[in-house]
T-cell receptor, first 114, second 114 residues
Framework: EDQVTQSPEALRLQEGESSSLNCSYT??????LFWYRQDPGKGPEFLFT???AGEEKEKERLKATLTKKESFLHITAPKPEDSATYLC???????????????FGQGTILTVHP | DGGITQSPKYLFRKEGQNVTLSCEQN?????MYWYRQDPGQGLRLIYY???????QKGDIAEGYSVSREKKESFPLTVTSAQKNPTAFYLC?????????????FGDGTRLSIL
């Protein structure tokens, strides 16, 4: 069974204090790993897709990296507006045209204080 | 702007009552999904649909029903058989259930019991 574990559950940072969020996964063949940002009372907003180990993607202060067992979301010099819940999800490689199910982690709640 | 619209934002259900949550997308996506989100848990898949007039059960389909009469619309009915319906419900869409392209989400409906 595919599993995704995110750590820490919650992270408090001071503005400008860089850090990383972890997403550990087990999957029977990775088709893709997805990062989302979710604000309170809103739906998840897509950030990145990573497809293979060694791949990196960047967007403003965020950088996502991928190994064969985990992904990191690095946040450089965060600002209060980066406060949100960050979700990680993996999609398993399915056979032929069968459905590639997404398995989500429980999320990391990031709070950035000014 | 293209996107996914969920309505209503808040919904209250009485005992023994069925309620229907609306989801409309104008992204021209073929695939649509319904998830349930509970505090401290990852998103769990209720139903998904690849094409019109076809849908499949997800991990927690009991007590729910769906229809897919139009490409743009994928309503979810929470029936009286669902004994613990209080949750945040999220609708998503993507180009295909068997591609590795990201799913995009609406802003959710929060369902509570009266």
């Amino acid at each position: 069974e595919d599993q995704v574990t995110q750590s820490p559950e919650a992270l408090r940072l001071q503005e400008g204090e860089s850090s990383s969020l972890n997403c550990s996964y087990t999957v029977s063949g990775l088709r893709g790993l997805f990062w989302y940002r979710q604000d309170p009372g809103k739906g998840p907003e897509f950030l990145f897709t990573l497809y293979s180990a060694g791949e990196e993607k960047e967007k403003e202060r965020l950088k996502a990296t991928l190994t064969k067992k985990e992904s990191f979301l690095h946040i450089t010099a965060p600002k209060p507006e980066d406060s949100a819940t960050y979700l990680c999800a993996v999609q398993a490689r399915a056979g032929g045209t069968s459905y590639g199910k997404l398995t989500f982690g429980q999320g990391t709640i990031l709070t950035v204080h000014p | 702007d293209g996107g996914i619209t969920q309505s209503p934002k808040y919904l209250f259900r009485k005992e023994g009552q069925n309620v229907t949550l609306s989801c409309e997308q104008n992204l021209n996506h073929d695939a649509m999904y319904w998830y349930r989100q509970d505090p401290g848990q990852g998103l769990r898949l209720i139903y998904y649909s690849q094409i019109v007039n076809d849908f499949q059960k997800g991990d927690i389909a009991e007590g729910y029903s769906v229809s897919r009469e139009k490409k743009e619309s994928f309503p979810l009915t929470v029936t009286s058989a669902q004994k613990n319906p209080t949750a945040f419900y999220l609708c998503a869409s993507s180009w295909s259930t068997y591609s590795n392209q990201p799913q995009h989400f609406g802003d959710g409906t929060r369902l509570s019991i009266l």
